[in-house]
């Protein structure tokens, strides 16, 4: 039979290296080649090659009718990316062409549009990219072969936005049942907005205790999904990276002078899909017994480009020791610290609401059932590196941040 012929088929990405796949951005060519191996004479209608990139979300939620009914909604959305077709072999002469045993390559090229959104894989929706090819022969199955490929948007930190400062401040009345037990504010800065992984954010923060009990003050970078279809919107977040500082006793004062919170190795921020969005804040928290959590937050960038050599006060990633010269931090041991569980910084764990959307269902029957099990970004479970303890050294009076929105 022509289909036992047929001893490989299979799609070839060129700039592929021994166990590393090729990334791409907007704006570039893709390149490679199809390998057909025959084991005899064979057959053969037409070879085609399709590329696609979509974006997908789906989640459902269950919903009451009345005191006895429930039921499921289902809420569902997809974009279109990417998508380029090309027929590699054409036969003229009765649409039928005879090859002989051995192996042949069909080479082909395509381009990228300018801008496209990072792949990614989450709980509730996915962006993925891929290259499928299909032998049509007669009177047999059609025989195809699937190559998964990697996009990364490009995220430039050396923009004037992103190398902003970040800074706020929060007070809040500690109260136990009907007593009020005095005020703790709290306020923290950053020295800016964007950052890639394996960074180092240095947190200034001033905690100034006025109740009667201790409070114990922390920090988290947090990664938010969201998902949106249909009008509806699916959040899930999980702390990536995190800190904690020492018990403020009662009325005292408490300064982190730079206290180092690295970046783990966590995918860019996706800020531009009409589908779903990656997000990331910095949480700096009070706990206060008795009482609510005395929240703080600063929002993040996390991107591709890291920072220039000389393009602000702090380093980027291959200059980590002038960075913490530049800080006035010298060089800080190391101290394990695991993640908290994201319901220790904020309450809700994940947040469903609806509200109108400009978007409509973008309905694509060919691809619902295939799922590569590649992916650039996988849902977050990582346990970050070890983190920094405080400067043995504190910077003088001078040095001190009061005024934390300036």
């Keep these: 039979m022509l289909f036992d012929k047929v001893k490989a088929f299979v799609v070839q990405l060129d700039g592929a290296n021994a166990g590393a796949e090729p990334v791409f951005s907007g704006g570039q060519a893709v390149a490679g080649r199809v390998l057909l191996e025959l084991a005899g004479p064979a057959r053969v209608g037409a070879l085609k090659l ?18 006895s009914t429930a039921y499921t909604q289902s809420y569902s959305e997809r974009v279109e990316v990417v998508s380029h077709r090309a027929t590699l072999l054409a036969p003229d002469i009765g649409g039928i062409a005879t090859l002989p045993p051995g192996r042949h390559e069909f080479p082909f090229s395509f381009q990228l549009p300018p801008t496209l959104v990072t792949s990614f894989e989450g709980k509730h929706g996915s962006v993925r990219y891929c290259i499928k090819a299909t032998l049509h022969r007669p009177w047999v199955p059609a025989r195809r072969a699937r190559k998964v490929f990697t996009v990364i948007e490009p995220v430039d ?11 706020g401040a929060r007070e809040k009345i500690a109260r136990s049942w009907y007593s009020n037990r005095g005020l703790v504010s709290l306020s923290a800065k950053i020295d800016r907005k964007g950052y890639t992984p394996g960074e180092v954010i240095p947190v200034f923060a001033e905690i100034d205790n006025g109740s009667t009990r201790p409070v114990l003050p922390r920090a988290a970078v947090v990664q938010t999904q969201t998902f949106m279809a249909r009008g509806a919107r699916k959040q899930k977040r999980a702390v990536v990276a995190s800190l904690s500082g020492e018990p403020v006793g009662p009325g005292r004062r408490a300064l982190w002078q730079g206290r180092a919170l690295r970046i783990p190795p966590v ?3 996706i800020l531009h899909c009409r589908v779903l969005h990656v997000d990331y804040t910095l ?6 017994p008795g009482s609510s959590k005395l929240l703080l937050e600063l929002p993040l960038v996390i991107g591709t480009i890291p920072l220039h050599p000389f393009g602000s006060r702090s380093s980027s990633v291959g200059s980590h020791a002038s960075f913490l010269l530049d800080w006035g931090l010298g060089v800080l041991p190391e101290r394990p610290e695991a993640p908290p569980e994201y319901s220790d910084v904020v309450a809700d764990e994940e947040v469903a609401a609806v509200e109108q959307s400009p978007f409509r269902l973008l309905q694509d029957p060919d691809v619902g059932a295939e799922s590569p099990f590649f992916a650039y970004i996988q849902e977050f479970r990582y346990r970050p590196p070890p983190l920094y303890s405080e400067d043995p050294n504190p910077p003088s009076e001078a040095m001190r941040p009061r005024c934390m929105t300036c």
């Design 50 to 67: 399709r590329a696609r990139g979509r974006a997908h979300v789906h989640w459902t939620e269950s919903r009451s009718a009345g005191s």
């Design 157 to 167: 930190i050396n923009t004037p936005a992103l190398l902003a400062p970040q800074a």
């Design 267 to 269: 995918g860019p921020s």
């Design 283 to 288: 949480k700096v928290c009070v706990d206060i």
